[in-house]
């Protein structure tokens, strides 16, 4: 059998959509770093937080300190939830290993999570695009 015909995954580095893979890795993970910026910037003007202490922050303890003091501000109680689930996913991206298919991850309750695809990279990035545009609401408030 021919090699190429067996390597099912874009996230092989010989499949012939690795290119479209590393695009769309590159996509997804400036959109993450999006949604962080976003939080930082809730937590500068809309909590007078420091501006140089966030930067530094991972993105899970600005998460701790925007989920303290959510209430303080409107629409971001309702943000929590999905910044959570978010950071969970952003971490599987970030922190995932690259294995024969793409990348994998397992995270402390030893599930696996894969991004093997496009289309999973493109999921992520869609997911991590939606919640860029609540914290945008939040931010930026009518």
Known sequence: M??????????????????????ALGAAMFMAASVNGHMVDIARKHLDMDYWELIRLPMGLLKDKLVVRAEEVDGLAEAVPIIIEILALRNAL????PVRDGLHYRP???????????EDLRD??????????????VLHPR
């Open 94 to 97: 970030a922190h995932a290993l």
């Open 124 to 137: 992520a990035e869609r997911r991590f695009s939606a919640l860029r545009k609540d914290l945008n609401r």
């Open 108 to 118: 402390k309750d030893r599930s696996v999570i894969n991004f093997y695809d496009v």
């Open 2 to 23: 021919d090699e190429a015909k067996a390597i099912k995954h874009a996230g092989h580095p010989r499949h012939p959509d690795h290119r479209e893979f590393l695009e």
